[in-house]
Structures are given as C-alpha cells and as structure tokens.
C-alpha cells in the first residue's frame, strides 16, 4: 500500500510543479493607468490569443468593450464610454488553468 501511494505521490508530483511554473511563467501589465480612453494590456506571452479577457465593474457587472490586438503580445480595450470608476479585467487560460484579475482605474 505504501509503496503505490509513493508511485502516486511521485507521479503527480512532476505534474503540480510543471503547472505551478507554467502559472508562474505569465505576466500582465496594464497601462496607462488610470485610463480615460483605452487601456493596453501586455503579456510576456508570444500569443495573446491563447488568453480570454473579461472586463468587470468593482460590483462584478461584465462590462462589453471593444478590443483589437496590437501586437502578438499585446491587446487594447476602448474604455472611453465607460464610466468613471474602478475596474477589473480577468485574464483566463482554459489549458494551463490560470486566472488573474487586474484592477485599473478608469477617470
């Protein structure tokens, strides 16, 4: 019983690290912040595409923005008709399962 329990332990564990890092591994900027017409958000990623974004109020409402990639590690949100206020946007990749929220300020 020990020893499957072990075989368990050290297959999984490879699997755990391998994804902490890859988490680890992921980095988003925003800027300019605050805002008032656009805010940009730059990755360390080679593709952007990879990621699902969100914009969210500071009460959880999703807020619909357009968007256009600039670059292969770059996307730009209008945010010139939303309101003044604190906002936060969900940066989501389903296969490496990681999620982060960024907060800016839209004046």
């Known amino acids: 019983m020990k020893k499957n329990f072990l075989l368990f332990i050290l297959f999984l564990f490879p699997v755990l690290v391998n994804a902490q890092e890859l988490n680890n ?15 940009i958000l730059e990755s360390n990623t080679k593709n952007i595409n ?6 969210h109020s500071i ?27 604190y906002y936060f946007v969900i940066v989501a990749n389903d296969k490496s399962k990681y999620k ?5 300020l839209k004046k």
């Open 50 to 55: 990879e990621f699902n974004f969100q914009i």
């Open 100 to 104: 982060k929220a960024l907060k800016f």
């Open 59 to 85: 009460i959880g409402n999703k807020i619909n923005v357009s968007s256009n990639i600039v670059s292969n590690n770059k996307i730009k949100f209008s945010v010139k008709e939303i309101s003044n206020g």
């Open 25 to 39: 591994e992921f980095k988003f900027d925003i800027y300019p912040n605050p805002a008032s017409e656009f805010i």
